[in-house]
């Protein structure tokens, strides 16, 4: 279990560094990556730090993690629609 959790961690965590990078590349103009990637660690940041918080204000006032665990499942399921969104209206338009 703890070569898993490592594992998954590892994973997680070379998604938080390269995959911002990866994605503003591909979206925004050259000119703006410097500008955009900072805006993007400093908002990750500052959901790390507050993030655990939140969760333990929610695990308080419910009794269980439940609820907490399904606000993070809901925003990451809105976070990969906001990510492949652009994919899904060009696939609209050229349809």
């Known amino acids: 279990m703890l070569y898993l959790g490592c594992g998954?961690?590892?994973?997680?965590?070379?998604?938080?560094t390269?995959?911002?990078?990866?994605?503003?590349q591909q979206e925004f103009p050259k000119r703006h990556f410097a500008r955009i990637v900072s805006l993007v660690?400093?908002?990750?940041?500052?959901?790390?730090?507050?993030?655990?918080?939140?969760?333990?204000q929610l695990e308080?006032?419910?009794?269980s993690y439940s609820t907490g665990l399904l606000v993070?499942?809901?925003?990451?399921?809105?976070?990969?629609l906001?990510?492949?969104s652009p994919m899904?209206?060009?696939g609209r338009k050229e349809g």
């Open 82 to 84: 906001i990510v492949i």
């Open 41 to 56: 660690v400093a908002i990750n940041q500052f959901s790390f730090a507050f993030g655990p918080t939140l969760l333990g």
């Open 60 to 63: 308080r006032a419910e009794g």
């Open 18 to 24: 390269s995959l911002p990078g990866l994605l503003v």
């Open 72 to 80: 993070c499942l809901s925003m990451e399921a809105l976070a990969a």
């Open 8 to 16: 998954l961690f590892g994973l997680g965590v070379g998604n938080t």
């Open 88 to 90: 899904l209206i060009r």
